[in-house]
């Protein structure tokens, strides 16, 4: 009775084998047509970074504001440089602005991810990195404020 048995066991064994790649020779038959699709393997695009931004740096104190296309660098103790056209693109997680004036060029580069900008405890939204001409100079950045607001 015992041979049976191993007998029975073995063809039950093969015939198992047999189905996992449905008799054919090579490899296993892939996922029926009317399974569902894989989830896709890229990360969809981040939202859009907002038109209106303020951003602000310390040591040494500087500040931009971002309205649209116009974009006015400020520091103490000098005049305000007005940007006017600034080409904004969004690439790699951040968005990069763009202009020039008669006096040179600006390039404001800000990435989403909480800031602190060292001399309060406001968590800014954003990380900023300025170059005006060859000086660059790091900060934050957050939408603007509604009047009356403390939210960054």
């Not at 191993?6 to 054919?24: E, M, N, T």
């Not at 569902?36 to 504001?65: I, N, Q, R, S």
Request: glycine share 10%.
């Amino acid at each position: 009775m015992r041979p049976i048995a191993a007998v029975f066991v073995s063809a039950l064994l093969l015939a198992a084998c047999d189905q996992s790649h449905d008799g054919q020779d090579g490899p296993p038959a892939g996922p029926p047509a009317d399974a569902p699709a894989p989830p896709p393997t890229t990360t969809p695009p981040a939202a859009a970074y907002p038109a209106d931004l303020d951003l602000a740096g310390t040591e040494p104190f500087w500040a931009v504001k971002i309205r649209g296309t116009a974009v006015e660098f400020s520091e103490p103790d000098a005049p305000a440089q007005a940007f006017a056209n600034a080409a904004k693109a969004e690439a790699g997680g951040a968005a990069t602005w763009t202009a020039n004036n008669a006096t040179g060029s600006i390039v404001v580069k800000v990435t989403a991810g909480p800031c602190s900008d060292g001399m309060s405890d406001r968590v800014w939204t954003y990380t900023a990195e300025v170059t005006l001409g060859t000086r660059v100079l790091k900060g934050c950045a957050a939408v603007p404020s509604a009047p009356g607001s403390t939210q960054g």
